[in-house]
Structure formats: structure tokens, C-alpha cells
């Protein structure tokens, strides 16, 4: 904003594009126009260039003072000004601060989460589940539909054996009481009892088939699977507050494939190999594989019947898929086939993240076939933080509440501020701690700034932007109110990357600069009424973005902790 104002300034003496850089010196102003290039023009050293430029341009509305140094022409911002617009926007604007409709109500179709019916919610599920509902929550902040759609990998052979060891070993207490550790345990069995009868992938193949053809007693149970399964991760939605507009998972595409497969055999060159239908792909080291020799289809071809199926439904803009790097290659080859098929591939887009590590450096979901439930880390994590309050502030109200919000908010804002296609290594210490880049710390950040406005309130003060700005003249005053300015801009970058930690890592900049501002200015014993007030203001703002800014993360910070 205040970087376009400088731009306009130079525009008046100036053609062509305009460059501006931050100065490395906050002497030596806010922006700096560096003038080499113009030198062979101008047949003038670029130091004269720069001197008669500032002669010239004349200062406007926020920019205060322009002078020359060396090649560089420098502009300084009017602070005084720039706080009182700033502040007055984010007093007026409220939660609604740094939103746009840049989006223009495009739709995005947002693959995330997809869970696998009848096994355990991975951590590679909550990473997709975080990473995508941060991007959910800044498309919709910035005016963009985004529709959650959660893809459940609730189709494919497994289901008949599970249906075969369920008729076979069931146990229907266990299926209802624990539905999710239970058909874990009987695929489980049923994968060891193949070991000695390998025909029982056989019975497992012919309880598919009788699922696909329809089979009432087939149905019923994939369906009972399906739910129970459902119910556990609304458990693990309900903690992380996520919904989402469609939970059609790949089942739901089964009507679908044979058209898909279709169009796929019309347009494209197909080859039969084995009894299966594949697809050659040039610069691919592998063929896709679109109708296995037994006649069913594949996790591509009902990626294909999804992403035609969405097209044509949804008219997106775009349609972004949260899974973890290790499905590259699936997703390269149905963009690419998303191509031959005449379709625009750029509105396809594989968001890619890393593992999770455990301490010891292993994968941390599969070690030693010990799997780990969300629910359990989420659970774990909430019973440190209920640890840490007892210790810090036993008295405090909503205890169980509180809680719950800091355990649940430290593993969301840990998975998030990191750069998502770097592996992550889990550890309790550094997701909990209070000083550290965390979401404890940004939530107790929170917590202080929202005691002071209590304090003040009891003293009759109440933030107004009819205040004499000139008095935010500390250096951490001015840093706060510019890095206030930057909030809708770092959402921006945040999401042409499609990359949440852009936003973490600026609150945390944001939250350590008002830490700073708080210890150099105090409000509260403060004796010149004017700087008071200002600096109230100042407080109240900042606490509006982090609290708008935690709230894209999915976060809810406790107003007291
Ligand atoms: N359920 C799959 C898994 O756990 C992820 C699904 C991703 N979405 C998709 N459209 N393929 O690996």
C-alpha cells in the first residue's frame, strides 16, 4: 500500500517499471529507489541522477521526506500518519481486517483430510487436514469459495476382506465399542491367516466383487464400516472445529468410472497389458494403470472420475490437493492425463507436505507396526497443557476449556510453522513450549494483551482513534504499526505459495515486536494520558490480528491462560 504511494511519487520523472528495495538501515528511510539503471539514459552518474530525482519528487500524503544518498533516492514514511491509518482501519474494520474479495467468489475445490475408512486417522491426515483448512480459511478471508471436500478412501479390495474376516472372526460388541482399532485388528489377522491359506484372498476378492455388483449383505456392512468410522474422525474434526461441504469419498465415484474410462479410452492411446487397461505416458517412467485384470478400477481411474466429475460440477477455479509428497507421482500422472484429455492442467495443483519424524529420526505413524491415533497425540497434548496451567495459574476459570484450546492449538500451529514440504520431527517439548516459536506463545501473547484491556476497561479506558498519534514515536511502536500494515499482504504471499507457515511465521514476528513494544512502553503505569491512550489502542489493534491471524491457523486462543 504505502510501497505503491512511493511508486506513484516516482512515476511523475520516471518511465517504466519502478523497483523499489528496503533499506538495510531504518536511517536511511522505508524505501529506497536505487538509480544505476537509469544512468546510461540519463548520460549521468547515477549519484547526480539520484540527487536531482529527490530534488524534484515531492513529498505526498504519507511519505513525509525524500532526500538523496549516494545513488539511491530514500523516502521516508510519515509515522504519525501512517498509525493513524492504519489503526483507524483495524479499529473500524475489526475482524474483517486484512479480508479482500480478491477471490471474487471463484470457486476452489479444496481435497483435504481424506481419511481411509476402516483404519486409524494417520498423521499424514491431520498434516492434510491443518494444511488444508489454513488455506480453506485464507481463500474464504480473501473472497474466494473454497469447498472442503473430504475425498475418504472408503473403496477398493481391502473392503472385502474386511467384510470376510468381519463374517468370519466378527465380533460386533468390538465393531461398535472401538470400530476403528477393531477392523484394524481383524485386517490385521486376516493379512496373517493369507500367510498360511493364501486362498482366502480369494473369499476376500469375491466379497469385493459381490460389494461392487451391489449386494445388499455386502452394502449394508461397508456401509456400517463407512459410519462407524465417520463417528471416530468427527471425534478428531470436532477437536480441530474442521467441517467440510462434501464428504463423497471414492466410493462415491464408482458409478462414475465407467464413463471416465470411456473418455480416457476415446482420447488417449490405451494398450492392453496382462488383461489390464493402461495408458503409455510419455516422460513418465511407469504406464497408468486404469482398469486392473480383474476388471476393477484403480486409485487413479477414481481420482479421474473425481476430478472430471468436479469439473463439471463445481465450475472451479482452481482444484488443490493436500496430500503428502509421497504421492507426487500419482498426481503428476492424472494432471497429465488431465491434459490429453483436453482439460486445462493449471487449474490442478498437488499441495505437497513432508512427514512427520519420530525423535529417534524413523517415520513416526508406521514404526515397528505401532500406529499412532490423533486422537491420542491431540488427547496427550491437551493433558500436558492442562499440566503447565495447573502450574502457572491453578485458579484459573474454564481450566478444562483452556486446556483444550492450548493443547489442541500447539499441535496445529507446530504442524503449520514450518515450511509444509520440509519433514517435521515430532516432539512434545518444542510443540509446548511457552517461549519458543510456538502456539502456546502466541496464545499467551494473547491472553496478556487481552488482561490489559481488561485492567484498562476497570480504569475507564477504552480504545477510540481520537488520540494524537505522533506519540507512537518509539522505534518497537512504529515496527508494530508497519508489520499491523503488512497482515493482508503476508496472507497474499501466503496463498499464492499456498503456504500457511507465511502467516505463522508473521504472527510470531508480530507477537515477539508487541513483546518488545510491551516491555520498552508500558500502558498501564504510564503518567502521560495522551501516550496512554495511544498505546491502548495500539494494544487492541495488535490483539485483533492476532486473534484474526490465529483464527485462519484454526486456532482458538483463550481470552485468559
Ligand atoms: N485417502 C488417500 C490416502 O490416505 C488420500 C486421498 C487424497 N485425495 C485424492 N483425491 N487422491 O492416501
Same mark, same amino acid.
Given at each position: 500500500m504505502f510501497q505503491q504511494q512511493v511508486i506513484d511519487i516516482l512515476k511523475k520523472e520516471i518511465k517504466g517499471e519502478i523497483k523499489l528495495e528496503i533499506p538495510p538501515n531504518k536511517d536511511l528511510g522505508d524505501y529506497a529507489f536505487p538509480c544505476f539503471a537509469l544512468a546510461k539514459e540519463y548520460k549521468k552518474s547515477p549519484v547526480d541522477i539520484a540527487g536531482e530525482l529527490a530534488d524534484k519528487l515531492k513529498p505526498a500524503v504519507l511519505v513525509e521526506k525524500v532526500i538523496a544518498t549516494g545513488p539511491y533516492v530514500n523516502f521516508f514514511l510519515d509515522k504519525a500518519k501512517v498509525a493513524e491509518l492504519i489503526l483507524t482501519q483495524i479499529h473500524e474494520q475489526k475482524d474483517t481486517y486484512g479480508s479482500s474479495d480478491d477471490g471474487k467468489e471463484r470457486v476452489v475445490c479444496m481435497d483435504y483430510s481424506h481419511p481411509n475408512i476402516a483404519k486409524p486417522f494417520g498423521i499424514g491426515h491431520l498434516r492434510s487436514t491443518m494444511i488444508g483448512r489454513a488455506i480453506y480459511n485464507m481463500l474464504k478471508f480473501q473472497g474466494y469459495k473454497p469447498m472442503g471436500l473430504n475425498h475418504l478412501g472408503d473403496w477398493g479390495t481391502q473392503f472385502g476382506a474386511l467384510i470376510y474376516a468381519h463374517l468370519t472372526w466378527g465380533d460386533r460388541e468390538r465393531l461398535n465399542t472401538e470400530p476403528i482399532k477393531y477392523l484394524l485388528d481383524i485386517y490385521v489377522k486376516f493379512n496373517e491367516e493369507k500367510q498360511k491359506t493364501p486362498e482366502l484372498q480369494d473369499e476376500a476378492k469375491k466379497w469385493f466383487k459381490r460389494l461392487e455388483d451391489g449386494d445388499t449383505e455386502a452394502i449394508k456392512l461397508w456401509a456400517k464400516f463407512r459410519d462407524l468410522s465417520l463417528e471416530e474422525f468427527q471425534r478428531v474434526y470436532n477437536l480441530l472445529g474442521v467441517d467440510f461441504e462434501s464428504y463423497d469419498g471414492e466410493a462415491f465415484f464408482k458409478d462414475k468410472f465407467p464413463d471416465a474410462i470411456e473418455l480416457v479410452k476415446a482420447k488417449m492411446k490405451t494398450e492392453l497389458s496382462d488383461g489390464a487397461l493402461i495408458v503409455p505416458l510419455?516422460?513418465?517412467? *511407469?504406464? *497408468?494403470?486404469? /482398469?486392473?485384470?480383474?476388471?476393477?478400477?484403480? !486409485?487413479?481411474? &477414481?481420482?479421474? *472420475?473425481?476430478?472430471? !466429475? &468436479?469439473?463439471?460440477? !463445481?465450475?472451479?477455479?482452481?482444484?488443490? !490437493? /493436500? /496430500?503428502?509428497?509421497?504421492?507426487?507421482?500419482?498426481f503428476r500422472m492424472l494432471f497429465e492425463i488431465m491434459h490429453l484429455l483436453g482439460k486445462d492442467k493449471s487449474k490442478f495443483r498437488h499441495i505437497n507436505f513432508g512427514f512427520y519424524l519420530s525423535p529417534d529420526g524413523g517415520k513416526m505413524a508406521t514404526r515397528k507396526g505401532k500406529i499412532v491415533f490423533m486422537e491420542d497425540v491431540l488427547n496427550e497434548s491437551i493433558d500436558l497443557a492442562r499440566k503447565t496451567i495447573e502450574e502457572k495459574n491453578p485458579n484459573l476459570e474454564n481450566k478444562d476449556k483452556v486446556a483444550r484450546q492450548v493443547g489442541v492449538g500447539a499441535v496445529i500451529f507446530y504442524d503449520l510453522v514450518n515450511d509444509r514440504i520440509h519433514d517435521v520431527v515430532f516432539d512434545w517439548k518444542r510443540i509446548l513450549d511457552f517461549e519458543g516459536d510456538t502456539g502456546p506463545y502466541l496464545m499467551y501473547t494473547y491472553a496478556r494483551a487481552s488482561s490489559i484491556m481488561r485492567r484498562m476497561k476497570s480504569e475507564g479506558l477504552i480504545p477510540d482513534v481520537n488520540i494524537d498519534f505522533s506519540k507512537l514515536s518509539h522505534t518497537s511502536e512504529k515496527e508494530l504499526v508497519m508489520l499491523l500494515s503488512g497482515f493482508q499482504n503476508k496472507i497474499s504471499e501466503a496463498l499464492q505459495q499456498y503456504k500457511p507457515h507465511i502467516l505463522a511465521q508473521y504472527l510470531i514476528e508480530l507477537g515477539r515486536t508487541f513483546n518488545e513494544f510491551y516491555h520498552s512502553c508500558p500502558c498501564l503505569k504510564e503518567e502521560d494520558n495522551e501516550t496512554k491512550k495511544a498505546r491502548l489502542l495500539l494494544i487492541n489493534c495488535t490483539r485483533q490480528v492476532l486473534i484474526t491471524g490465529l483464527k485462519l491457523l484454526s486456532i482458538n486462543a483463550p481470552e485468559e491462560m
Open positions: 510419455e516422460s513418465f517412467e *511407469a504406464p *497408468a494403470i486404469i /482398469v486392473k485384470s480383474d476388471g476393477a478400477s484403480t !486409485y487413479l481411474t &477414481r481420482d479421474i *472420475a473425481a476430478a472430471l !466429475y &468436479r469439473l463439471k460440477t !463445481y465450475t472451479p477455479y482452481q482444484i488443490l !490437493y /493436500v /496430500v503428502g509428497s509421497e504421492q507426487k507421482l500419482h
